[in-house]
């Protein structure tokens, strides 16, 4: 989700092209639309002159994706580039061939399936976008658990450490949950699971885990923070905990009814960015 601003100066108003052509004899205006058309070949020059100010991805080594995969998994991108995906009457392969991947994740990570059931789950366009489906997923079982009982369903939580993604903080803000952050320490730089679980309340909707900190590579205590909260789920009676915490992949939702799943950033993650959902 990114923000964009024109600011206009003289200097930037049109585009220059270094080439000598008749078709780009005059400059083009950068953020109108111009009154002529010209060749798609020297539209193509310009903005592919342009993009070539951009980093080279495959000497990123900040980046939260795979900068490189086997050509054919490119041919088979291309493939499908024009395909609408959200209609899935029209293209029921591909969202076929989508069911499959969830249903290979979830018995990846072992999820509790039986042998006549199948996972439920989505493929989503970032991991950002994947944490608020996944986040209001759980702030409706929340709700919709807090009526059932007749208590105040209004202030939701999330419980986090202070090493998380801003996208936890975004879906705390956009859809009104508090945000509870376990600060880190000297010499401990992801969550502190006795920390984390002193924050849970009746409240608490998810308690997030990250393994491979974005800060660190550094994986968090998820096994210790499962044991924390089946101990306190005991003595307080707020949830029942997750099955298998114990799985491999970034993000980690530990919720008061099942495990919700991200696979995103170093792990199981293309290039596009193709995170997942399995619960």
């Given at each position: 989700?990114?923000?964009?601003?024109?600011?206009?100066?003289?200097?930037?108003?049109?585009?220059?092209?270094?080439?000598?052509?008749?078709?780009?004899?005059?400059?083009?205006?950068?953020?109108?639309?111009?009154?002529?058309?010209?060749?798609?070949?020297?539209?193509?020059?310009?903005?592919?002159?342009?993009?070539?100010?951009?980093?080279?991805?495959?000497?990123?080594?900040?980046?939260?994706?795979?900068?490189?995969?086997?050509?054919?998994?490119?041919?088979?991108?291309?493939?499908?580039?024009?395909?609408?995906?959200?209609?899935?009457?029209?293209?029921?392969?591909?969202?076929?061939?989508?069911?499959?991947?969830?249903?290979?994740?979830?018995?990846?990570?072992?999820?509790?399936?039986?042998?006549?059931?199948?996972?439920?789950?989505?493929?989503?366009?970032?991991?950002?976008?994947?944490?608020?489906?996944?986040?209001?997923?759980?702030?409706?079982?929340?709700?919709?658990?807090?009526r059932a009982l007749g208590k105040p369903c209004d202030k939701p939580n999330i419980v986090t450490g202070a090493n998380v993604q801003v996208c936890w903080e975004k879906f705390a803000r956009y859809f009104e949950v508090e945000l509870k952050e376990v600060k880190l320490s000297e010499g401990y730089y992801v969550m502190d699971p006795d920390k984390a679980v002193e924050m849970v309340d009746e409240n608490t909707i998810c308690v997030a885990a990250i393994l491979g900190?974005?800060?660190?590579?550094?994986?968090?205590?998820?096994?210790?923070?499962?044991?924390?909260?089946?101990?306190?789920?005991?003595?307080?009676?707020?949830?029942?905990?997750?099955?298998?915490?114990?799985?491999?992949?970034?993000?980690?939702?530990?919720?008061?009814?099942?495990?919700?799943?991200?696979?995103?950033?170093?792990?199981?993650?293309?290039?596009?960015?193709?995170?997942?959902?399995?619960?």
């Amino acid at each position: 989700m990114v923000l964009s601003r024109t600011v206009h100066s003289e200097s930037d108003v049109s585009l220059h092209s270094t080439f000598a052509s008749r078709y780009v004899r005059t400059s083009l205006p950068r953020f109108k639309m111009p009154e002529e058309s010209i060749p798609k070949e020297a539209a193509y020059q310009i903005i592919n002159d342009e993009l070539m100010l951009d980093g080279n991805p495959r000497l990123n080594l900040a980046s939260f994706v795979t900068t490189w995969m086997e050509p054919e998994c490119d041919k088979l991108m291309m493939a499908a580039i024009n395909k609408n995906y959200v209609d899935m009457d029209e293209y029921p392969v591909t969202t076929e061939l989508q069911n499959r991947c969830v249903n290979m994740i979830a018995h990846l990570f072992n999820a509790p399936l039986g042998d006549e059931e199948t996972a439920v789950g989505v493929g989503t366009v970032g991991s950002s976008e994947a944490i608020m489906l996944a986040g209001l997923a759980f702030k409706r079982k929340w709700q919709n658990k807090m009526r059932a009982l007749g208590k105040p369903c209004d202030k939701p939580n999330i419980v986090t450490g202070a090493n998380v993604q801003v996208c936890w903080e975004k879906f705390a803000r956009y859809f009104e949950v508090e945000l509870k952050e376990v600060k880190l320490s000297e010499g401990y730089y992801v969550m502190d699971p006795d920390k984390a679980v002193e924050m849970v309340d009746e409240n608490t909707i998810c308690v997030a885990a990250i393994l491979g900190s974005t800060l660190n590579g550094e994986f968090e205590d998820v096994k210790r923070l499962n044991d924390l909260l089946v101990k306190k789920n005991a003595e307080t009676g707020y949830a029942t905990p997750p099955p298998n915490p114990l799985i491999l992949l970034i993000y980690i939702i530990i919720t008061t009814r099942k495990l919700g799943l991200f696979l995103s950033k170093y792990s199981l993650e293309i290039y596009r960015k193709r995170p997942w959902i399995v619960s």
